[in-house]
């Protein structure tokens, strides 16, 4: 006996969205997180103008904005030689914007969401292991309240993040070779000179990111090599005000602030799954896939993919068939709306880890006003990624 139609594995932005969509369409759903929410989350918490677009299409933009969200107009990335370019979201689509919410309040929100739309969410349910019988996925062992519980449903999901449960059970996860950085996150109150815009800051060898939250917040993130952060000298929080430090100008910000809370991190990022599809499963989110949080793609790639994938598996459910063959559009829809703009990303890691070549594209971008706005489309996810790809762009961003 089936416990649901489908169990939904983690509850940020991607199980919850996915969730929901799946009760709306009038399937039975049940949602596990090992989190009693609200929970902080170690998280860029910026919310790119693509995003926001798909919040207002499904409906909680305004909640979003009600719950304090920060309107950001634009990211300022700061060179390691001083230059700047400003990522001007609304120069370049007029009415657009992004927004700064802390996942406290964003994922309570989505969570609250899929409850109304009629998801069973089941919070502190841990879960261990998979449930397989012959050759597909038949549901997940979990611990809850301090019980352990097998719970079947014929589709699982996996929107468990970067280290899933779902993805390493099926022997899917794999850690890509570079870039191997990590991410520490905290929150700060009294930041100065920020105002509607959120900032990055390149560094040698590391950057620094700023993005105004609600209620006067701001996330402050130190990225580094793992290398760097596990042969550190001192403690997490010397290393990250010694980071913080280092960086004038976001020193000079942060002059007046105060740290509110501790320092949370993030492994090794990245990572990505062999497959996102197969017998009884999906992935999405960060347990599909995971990169470097600098181009800001996490949660609108999250949301996207729970949108993509929604369909697929409710007219699969409505088929009663399961298999990976029955499920692969959702993987072909992947590439077809991820791929371009994950060469993007790809790109852009590489600048960073290049201060010369960091240096000169930024003062380039500065100069070169359309070139700019075209990035900073590209980057929202409010222009094509090809943009960014075709020889013409890419030619006239690099020759002098």
Not at 30 to 38: E, H, R, T
Not at 328 to 337: F, G, L, N, T
Not at 374 to 392: D, E, K, M, W, Y
Request: glycine share 12%; aromatic share 6%.
């Amino acid at each position: 006996m089936a416990d649901a139609e489908a169990i939904v594995v983690g509850g940020g932005p991607a199980g919850s969205t996915i969730a929901a969509a799946l009760a709306e369409a009038g399937h039975r759903v049940i949602l596990l997180d090992k989190a009693a929410f609200p929970r902080h989350k170690a998280c860029s918490e910026y919310i790119n103008a693509g995003a926001v677009a798909l919040l207002d299409e499904m409906g909680v933009l305004a909640e979003a904005q009600a719950a304090g969200a920060h309107r950001v107009e634009a990211m300022v990335v700061h060179a390691p030689d001083g230059g700047r370019f400003a990522a001007n979201i609304a120069g370049g689509e007029p009415g657009r914007f992004a927004l700064g919410l802390s996942r406290y309040r964003f994922d309570h929100l989505l969570i609250e969401r899929a409850k109304t739309s009629g998801v069973e969410v089941i919070e502190r349910a841990h879960v261990r292991d998979l449930l397989q019988a012959y050759g597909a996925v038949t549901g997940v062992v979990a611990t809850i309240d301090g019980q352990r519980e097998e719970l079947r449903a014929p589709l699982v999901i996996g929107a468990d993040g970067r280290n899933s449960v779902v993805a390493r059970s099926l022997g899917l996860a794999k850690p890509i070779r570079w870039p191997k950085r990590t991410g520490l996150i905290a929150h700060y109150r009294g930041a100065s000179g920020l105002g509607p815009f959120g900032e990055l800051h390149v560094g040698d060898g590391f950057y620094a990111g700023l993005a105004p939250l609600e209620d006067g917040l701001t996330n402050v993130a130190i990225v580094a090599p793992n290398a760097t952060v596990a042969g550190r000298d001192g403690s997490i929080d010397d290393f990250f005000a010694t980071s913080l430090a280092a960086m004038s100008l976001v020193a000079e910000k942060l002059s007046g602030a105060e740290r509110v809370g501790s320092i949370r991190g993030v492994g090794s990022m990245a990572s990505r799954a062999g497959r996102t599809n197969g017998n009884g499963y999906l992935l999405i989110g960060d347990a599909a896939s995971f990169l470097d949080p600098f181009t800001g793609e996490g949660i609108y790639e999250a949301i996207r993919a729970a949108l993509l994938a929604a369909p697929v598996a409710s007219a699969a459910l409505r088929r009663g068939d399961l298999s990976a063959r029955s499920l692969a559009a959702y993987s072909r829809e992947r590439r077809r709306v991820f791929t371009a703009k994950r060469e993007v990303c790809w790109i852009v890691p590489g600048f960073i880890s290049l201060p010369p070549a960091m240096n000169y594209v930024t003062g380039r971008l500065a100069d070169r006003e359309e070139l700019g706005l075209t990035l900073s489309g590209v980057l929202g996810n409010i222009r094509p990624a090809t943009n960014a790809l075709s020889p013409g762009f890419l030619a006239r961003l690099l020759r002098p």
